[in-house]
């Protein structure tokens, strides 16, 4: 966004210092905007950083000896279920006179693939929601999403790292780029002055933390505690920039998430910077009968994860993986506030868009 900084002149005669982007949000008349945002610097600039996510995203995996996998868009096992640990609604569709779902997310195919290439696999594909979108969110986003054989411990360290190689990327090599959107780019230097020591907070301490601020926390129906959006934007505001949420209550995330030693706790953590949320990682349940318990502690239906605990039958793992949201590290990276400015072509459930 045009930054309002001025010299020594009232607010009806401001300068501004830089030549920055504004965008025109062209989206909210989808049937114009293919026309408006063809022309647009915006775009044509947020396009280009697409593309450089994906390719340094390929380069990051590949120097990880990570396989690349390519999986379907649909799938009959959603990986956010209606029920207790759900932070989704899943889409769905009538395909050749079958229903079926647009994948909220790949991760159970990645689990599948990951016994197949066990040095670690990944994707770079689209996901489909179901909620309205607004400021923070999208109906279709880009995943960049990775399982590996290892702990919570192991999978923050990888998505820590590709976060900060990311930023690196952006800092030494394209600051053209995103001085096109922002003359400020004091949170890239601070993340990668981080290294790989992100701080790490526990759900259980952020509460404290928070003091337990009901406009921070709010409490659900059946007895855990969340915290709201704003709460994460304090606790980014008390880390300056970024912090590992960690150790979520157990019921408050999906069934597939294992717990933790600590009683009524799991092995998950998020990445909160720019709005908040940005990646979010888990360890996954080792054996069938942990999957079975959550399911029943979440009543959730196993008909449609049969499937996924014979494969813990079959061949038990330790694994962990993370997903992060291409569009919300690119907020974060031009330093903007919409993620609906961040996707080249909206898409917005009920509405028929062309192209």
Known sequence: ??????????????????????????????????????????????????????????????????????????????????????????????????????????????????????????????????????????????????????????????????????????????????????????????LSALKNNIPRLKFKDAIELLNNDSLYIIKHDSGFKKITNKGEEKLIELFDGAVWLTHFPSLSVPFYQADSSEQGYSLTADLLMGIGETLGAGERNTYAEDVINNLNDRNVSREEYEWYIRMRELMPLRTSGFGMGVERFILWLINHDDIRDCQLLPRIHGENILP
């Open 1 to 190: 966004m045009i930054s309002d900084k001025i010299i020594g002149k009232p607010t009806s005669q401001r300068k501004y210092l830089t030549n920055t982007i504004k965008p025109k949000q062209s989206w909210k008349n989808h049937k114009n905007h293919f026309e408006s945002a063809i022309f647009d610097p915006w775009y044509k600039s947020i396009t280009k950083i697409h593309s450089l996510i994906s390719a340094k995203t390929s380069d990051f995996f590949n120097s990880r000896g990570l396989f690349p996998v390519l999986l379907p868009v649909t799938t009959g096992s959603i990986s956010s279920p209606m029920g207790l640990g759900s932070d989704s609604i899943p889409v769905k569709i009538n395909l050749g006179g079958v229903d079926t779902y647009l994948a909220d997310s790949m991760q159970f195919l990645l689990e599948y693939a990951l016994r197949l290439n066990d040095k670690g696999v990944y994707y770079l594909m689209p996901t489909f929601r179901g909620e309205e979108q607004d400021k923070r969110h999208l109906n279709q986003f880009y995943h960049a999403e990775s399982e590996i054989i290892g702990s919570l411990d192991d999978i923050i360290e990888l998505a820590s790292s590709y976060v900060i190689y990311l930023c690196d990327y952006f800092l030494e090599n394209e600051k053209s780029i995103l001085s096109q959107f922002t003359d400020n780019l004091e949170h890239l230097k601070k």
